[in-house]
């Protein structure tokens, strides 16, 4: 049983650029979320998909969007880059459909920089 | 929304003494209260979770307890190794359709040998 994989690991850009972080979903798991974790700080929600399209959301603008596929796997974007958009982007997997809240599975992160 | 306060920020103790990391939430809809340990560079694991039909849960030295009445959940380490120093985060359920977590700012544990 593989975990959830993500990539890449780090990555800068600068302002107003638009980035594309990935995420493999654990074997089984229908249901990715997606979380931000600026430094010192909790995660926060940004979204989640189940069954290829959004199921929630958290407080972020528009220009975060995603995307999942059908073998679950799932793409974050974030356009216009801004130096606050620096953080850590968690993916996460869950056996549950997105109305129940159940364990989620982390990886390791895609440490983003924006300069 | 629901909001999560998460005490102490730090907390340091000898190997072999027990550690206690508390929370609050705000929402009495939420149902779900998983703890997740975060080692450096690493993704959040999670270690131990209570569900709001159960006051507490118990698993090997690691335990949680529920107070719904009161909004308040713990995590108690008992017998400190250091490998358990690291940062630690309470979560709650958003009790709304979304089921998303609600994460406290976490606490990090320092274990001295």
């Known amino acids: 049983e593989t975990g959830v994989t993500q990539s890449p690991t780090h990555l800068i850009k600068t302002r107003g650029q638009q980035v594309t972080l990935r995420c493999s979903s654990q074997s089984g798991h229908n249901t990715v979320s997606w979380y931000q974790q600026a430094l010192g700080q909790g995660p926060q929600f940004i979204f989640q998909?189940?069954?290829?399209?959004?199921?929630g959301r958290g407080n972020f603008p528009p220009r975060f969007s995603g995307l999942q596929f059908p073998n679950y796997s799932s793409e974050l974007n974030v356009n216009a880059l801004e130096l606050d958009d620096s953080a850590l982007y968690l993916c996460?997997?869950?056996?549950?459909?997105?109305?129940?809240?159940?364990?989620?599975?982390f990886g390791e992160g895609s440490r983003l920089t924006v300069l | 929304g629901e909001n999560v306060e998460q005490h102490p920020s730090t907390l340091s103790v000898q190997e072999g003494d027990s550690a206690v990391i508390k929370c609050t939430y705000s929402?009495?809809?939420?149902?779900?209260f998983p703890w997740y340990k975060q080692e450096l560079g690493k993704g959040p694991q999670l270690i131990i979770d209570?569900?709001?039909?159960?006051g507490e849960k118990k698993d090997q030295r690691i335990a949680v307890t529920l107070n719904k009445t009161a909004k308040h959940f713990s995590l108690h380490i008992t017998e400190t190794q250091p490998e358990d120093s690291a940062v630690y985060f309470c979560a709650a359920s958003d009790g709304g359709s979304q089921g998303n977590l609600i994460f406290g700012k976490g606490t990090k544990l320092s274990v001295k040998p």
């Open positions: 929402d009495s809809a939420s149902n779900y």
């Open positions: 996460a997997s869950s056996p549950n459909p997105g109305s129940r809240t159940g364990e989620l599975f």
């Open positions: 998909y189940y069954r290829e399209e959004e199921n």
């Open positions: 209570i569900r709001s039909n159960v």
